[in-house]
């Protein structure tokens, strides 16, 4: 049976199938839950204080409920958190394999990181290449996924968020998730377009809210571009895996994100955009940028614990969508 990886955010899943393993986004795990809430509850009985980002809880909590006894864990260009993660799950038993992106995307830095998780995991590149070609074919589905969602309204923005943050890890199953993508993407063919008035970006880690998507198709407006979930998909035209990591905007600077935003509005003619800053988050500061640089309206919501949409959340949206009308 092939080793599970844990991982922490998304990173070069191509390596650890390469070598025979299998990632599992520990996020992933988390929030699919039956009861994600009580994966938090329980990282707080261990010692993790309540003003400590859900997300990490949940990681820390799914670790130890799935029995994963390595992680990849990403020391820059992700939570700040992280490090305080590794330190306590390594007093569980568990290995951290460290991985940082380089702040400003330096390649030499960045293909160094690559190398060291070639040689720790122990494989090689001539089959990091083979599984990275193989990966990019199925990525490309989901990239039709995509497009359908924003070009032919036929695809829903919840079921557009569901397939590209799966390919952070593939559901640890590339051939059954491509299998997947098929069925769906099959049966869309019998689907009428539904072109809501009002087109929403969604801009920001996932949401820890279940019920966020269909709120707003409810009431009346569509998501049509998910911003760091479209990320996780590698949405670039490079069969270099260095140049593929680089092009990945999600761990680095705010700047650099603002340039895939601001032309996906441009290009999906975005009315609106949802900012999700998750409690207790670094990435809450940088929603003051986010503001000064878009020139749509921007509604920023808050989230802490697994949850539905709270009274004051709905107005809220309700209210921004009555504006945007």
Sequence with gaps: ????????????????????CVPVDLNN?????????????????AGYPANVCAWIKGIYSATLREGIKKIIAVTQGDCSNTHALMETLEMEGVEIIPFAFPFDRDRDLLGLQLDKLVERLGTGWDGVLKTSAELGAIRKKVHLIDRLTWQENVVTGKENHLFQVSCSDLEGDPAAFEEKVDSFLAGLGSRAPDRKRIRIGYIGVPPIMDDLYDYLEEKGARVVYNEVQRQFSM?????????QYRLYSYP????YRLRD???????????????????????QIEDMIIRKRLDVPVLTLEGDRPNGLDARTRLRIDSFIEMLQ
Aim: overall charge negative; hydrophobic content about 40%.
């Design 29 to 45: 795990i988390f929030i699919a839950d039956r009861d994600p809430g009580g994966m938090v509850d329980q990282a707080e009985r």
């Design 235 to 243: 949405p670039f035209d490079t069969e270099d895996l260095i140049e």
């Design 252 to 255: 680095y600077g705010i700047f």
């Design 261 to 283: 935003i601001t032309g996906e509005i441009a290009r999906r003619r975005i009315d609106g955009i949802i900012h999700y800053a998750q409690s207790f988050c670094y990435r």
């Design 1 to 20: 049976m092939a080793e599970r990886i844990g991982i922490t955010t998304t990173v070069p899943s191509e390596i650890v199938y390469a070598a025979g």
